[in-house]
């Protein structure tokens, strides 16, 4: 059974000294049937390990419902790690960050008005040892003491950046190390923080670990000032980084990553890549930043890395194998091949359901004197909107202070503006007719923005509207559409319209194959296929295709679905056998 130890000199794995060298796989961003693949992929580059976050979120989407199946069935994954004859390093939050909708936070945490997220706020305390009760039974017979391939867990997540150094912080940590240790927990624990952040982070009795990109040669001596005795180890080596709508594909090149790889190695240390494989931001689960700017992050978890999204090896691959196998046993099977890949030009798309005459099919409106922001509702994803009644005609200005975090205005059904919390819009000048107008609002959740203080962050409209100046109380009715579920909706041929419309098409393949939906020639949206949720796409950018799992695809009839929010040039998508990130530079 695969024990490990912090000893005063390093790791020891059974009494053996161990080098832990490992890297970034999530499940949640993997298509279930090709997670052996990947965990196969990653003993061919030399990892002994794998490291993945838990989606609280996903996990227990409200609080009296929880899953564990499919793409979210954890010990499904933690099973093929093990018969891969690789370890894991688990952190399950319960704030993960990641790049993910609310760093993994439940949303529904924040239908509480004044709730305090990672801290000793009793309500959220409350709802983590919840958490923790449900996890951890599933968890303890992965443990290596048990046999299993789990051989250290991580508590929180590069918390230094978020405290402040407090009493109520430290005790927060404590109470998180408390809580995995009286559970049955009986791995060695470790924290993980930025080197400027290390000592509001760290817990005493708990190993701290350091996240960087590059400045080894500086960061590993920060940490062993930190930590005078104990293994050195980079929990976090941003071997690439992500990408954000209206931004550049960010790539760093191979070399540059391999020789900071090769200076971690060589001084000893321990070292997690993040990401080995990044993988995908499936449906609405992708987070954002707000750093005075609201940031949200695209649909691909490219990341750069050394198998880039559909599992193939990049350059990275090579040279971090080269690498590794200078300090480590690796593998002389050959690389693996790139996947097959599918090329389907010209599928058009001939049916349409208006979305605003399928309302009732994909949510029940709510009515008050006010709207009601997406937690209110009881809503995790997607889009909310928003009806009233504007009855005095003439110019009329709107001001929305508190879109969250793009809103598409209608009078009457005809659009008449956009609002974009990115770019810091508030305020829309129309004219209202004679006999007054319906006023809607089509508001878009672009992803909880998951990092600093910024993760309480609410969707919706979260303040009060004012129309010329006064507050819009005449009655408003906010209709959730998470839209989890198309089943229902009304196709007819497809014709010429106004305003955000479905859009279906059907196509035949062979048999699945990895492929990439090319939305050229559309604006902004969300697609499915065969029901499974892909992504959002935007020509704004640098994202223009979104990868498609070989799995989501069956031999023989197929069916594709958009949601376009505004206008297309075209009624047609290509399927592509190369992806398309969009430009490295400017």
Request: charged share 20%.
């Amino acid at each position: 059974m695969p024990t490990l130890r912090v000893e005063r000199d390093g790791f020891r794995l059974d009494g053996e000294a161990f080098r832990i060298i490992s890297g970034g796989l999530h499940y949640f961003r993997v298509h279930p049937d090709q997670w052996r693949d990947r965990l196969r992929k990653a003993r061919l580059l030399g990892l002994n390990a794998v490291d993945t976050y838990i989606p609280w979120n996903l996990h227990q989407p409200r609080p009296d419902h929880w899953r564990w199946d499919g793409g979210l069935d954890l010990t499904a994954f933690l099973d093929l790690a093990r018969e891969e004859g690789l370890h894991v390093l688990l952190r399950p939050g319960p704030y993960i960050c990641a790049e993910w909708e609310g760093g993994g936070l439940p949303s529904w945490l924040l239908a509480d008005p004044d709730i305090r997220l990672r801290s000793t706020d009793p309500r959220y305390l409350a709802a983590v040892d919840d958490y923790f009760d449900e996890l951890l039974p599933r968890v303890l017979p992965y443990l290596g003491p048990r046999g299993g391939p789990v051989l250290a867990v991580q508590v929180e997540n590069e918390f230094g950046a978020f405290s402040d150094g407090s009493e109520d912080d430290t005790a927060y940590l404590t109470h998180l190390v408390t809580g995995l240790r009286e559970r049955g927990v009986d791995v060695p624990l470790f924290t993980c923080d930025q080197p400027s952040d290390l000592t509001r982070g760290s817990v005493p009795g708990v190993l701290s670990t350091a996240n960087f990109g590059s400045g080894a040669a500086t960061h590993l001596p920060a940490l062993r000032a930190h930590q005078p005795e104990g293994p050195l180890m980079c929990a976090e080596f941003w071997n690439g980084w992500f990408d954000r709508w209206g931004g550049v594909h960010v790539v760093r090149p191979a070399a540059d990553a391999a020789a900071e790889l090769d200076t971690m190695l060589a001084a000893g240390a321990s070292v997690n890549l993040y990401m080995f494989h990044g993988g995908t931001n499936f449906g609405f689960t992708n987070g954002a930043n707000d750093k005075h700017t609201y940031r949200p992050t695209v649909t691909s978890y490219d990341y750069d890395a050394p198998l880039d999204e559909a599992g193939d090896p990049t350059a990275k691959f090579t040279a971090f194998r080269e690498v590794i196998a200078r300090y480590a046993p690796v593998s002389d099977a050959p690389l693996p091949e790139p996947s097959k890949k599918l090329n389907l030009l010209g599928v058009e798309l001939t049916e349409q359901a208006a979305l605003f005459a399928d309302l009732d099919l994909l949510g029940a409106a709510e009515s008050a004197d006010r709207p009601l922001t997406m937690e209110e509702l009881g809503q995790d994803f997607g889009f909310v909107l928003y009806e009233t009644r504007l009855d005095t005609p003439g110019r009329t200005l709107l001001h929305a202070p508190g879109v969250r975090d793009r809103a598409q205005v209608f009078l009457d059904g005809q659009p008449v503006g956009v609002l974009e919390r990115e770019s810091h819009e508030h305020t829309l000048a129309f004219t209202v007719p004679a006999g007054g107008a319906a006023l809607t609002l089509l508001v878009e959740n672009q992803g909880r923005v998951n990092y600093g203080r910024g993760i309480h962050d609410r969707k919706g409209l979260i303040g009060p509207v004012t129309v010329n100046g006064a507050p819009a109380t005449g009655g408003w009715r906010s209709r959730p559409l998470p839209l989890d579920d198309l089943g229902g909706l009304r196709f007819g041929p497809a014709a010429p319209g106004v305003g955000p419309a479905f859009h279906r098409g059907a196509f035949e393949v062979a048999g699945p194959a990895d492929t990439y939906l090319d939305l050229s020639g559309w604006t902004k949206g969300c697609a499915w296929i065969n029901g499974f949720a892909l992504g959002r796409y935007w020509s704004r950018g640098p994202q223009q295709r979104l990868y498609v799992p070989g799995p989501v695809l069956r031999a023989g009839a197929n069916d594709v679905v958009l949601l376009e929010l505004h206008a297309a040039a075209r009624t047609s998508v290509d399927l592509r056998d190369a992806p398309d990130l969009g430009p490295a530079e400017e």
